[in-house]
């Protein structure tokens, strides 16, 4: 049996009230799109993307937040040129990859006991609000002590403000009324709240998304060789390769209505 193309599954949810685009942040990820018109998740759906994480490709990033960090393939892998030194000394270094397993959470307070279901076993989660509407940063409160009451204690939160694009074209100009959240002050909540880091995407344009998702992926790749999860206890929402593990690269995005979920194992 051939080794599958990854050395962690990852569980990471998408967490946060309905229509601040977790939905399309997910399969701007998987599918590297976007769609305007995208139906109220029910329940839960899921999605999933290979990415590396550590060195090599972690060297080559100084900011992972940066415009060019945004423009890189994360799919691709460290290609050895020949005669170029430097491919050669980072083809030595072994690329780890890891699966991001990805759980679309419904924001809807009527499906509130389906989604949190799916907090158990989690290692990463972003928490989405919209800043155009304040009314979802304020709930993000609710939204993460939900999130510490279920999760593992060691989970890696990163706090998501999506719909940029609603906004960054009036940045430039005097009227600046969508914007209902300063980055000042999401970011101060994230550093009060114990969150990893603050960013703000749009899933319209694909700014940041990326760079979003590989933040925590990095961070859980840190906690993984600092021996913070056991990887043969599904609950730690990491695991590595194991007997009988599918091999298959292809990215999928499939509904759940909450009536059970197909996925087999941890994440």
């Known amino acids: 049996m051939s080794s599958p193309p990854w050395n962690y599954i990852a569980k990471l949810v998408c967490i946060g009230d309905s229509g601040c685009g977790k939905s399309s942040l997910t399969i701007r990820l ?27 490709h972690s060297k080559k990033i100084s900011n992972p937040l940066s415009s060019s960090y945004e423009s890189k393939d994360l799919s691709s892998t460290i290609s050895n040129v020949p005669g170029d030194s430097k491919n050669a000394a980072a083809a030595d270094e072994e690329q780890k990859h890891m699966k991001l397993s990805l759980w679309d959470t419904a924001g809807q307070e009527i499906y509130k006991s389906v989604t949190r279901s799916y907090f158990r076993g989690a290692s990463g989660a972003l928490l989405v609000f919209d800043i155009t509407r304040r009314a979802t940063f304020v709930h993000a409160t609710d939204w993460l002590n939900d999130l510490r009451t279920i999760a593992e204690p060691d989970i890696v939160v990163i706090l998501v403000g999506n719909k940029l694009d609603c906004v960054q074209s009036e940045e430039s100009d005097d009227n600046n009324s969508k914007r209902e959240v300063t980055f000042a002050e999401a970011q101060d909540w994230a550093q009060k709240n114990g969150v990893l880091q603050y960013v703000e995407t749009s899933a319209k344009s694909g700014k940041n998304v990326e760079a979003a998702f590989m933040r925590v992926a990095e961070r859980i790749f840190e906690n993984i060789n600092a021996g913070k999860y056991d990887l043969n206890d599904r609950r730690s ?31």
């Open 237 to 267: 929402g990491v695991k590595g390769p194991g007997p009988g593990t599918a091999t298959s690269r292809g990215v999928k995005l499939t509904a759940n209505d909450g009536k059970g979920s197909s996925i087999t194992g941890c994440c």
């Open 30 to 56: 998987c599918e590297g799109r976007f769609s305007p018109q995208h139906d109220v998740t029910i329940g839960v759906e899921f999605g999933s993307r290979i990415v590396p994480v550590g060195p090599p």
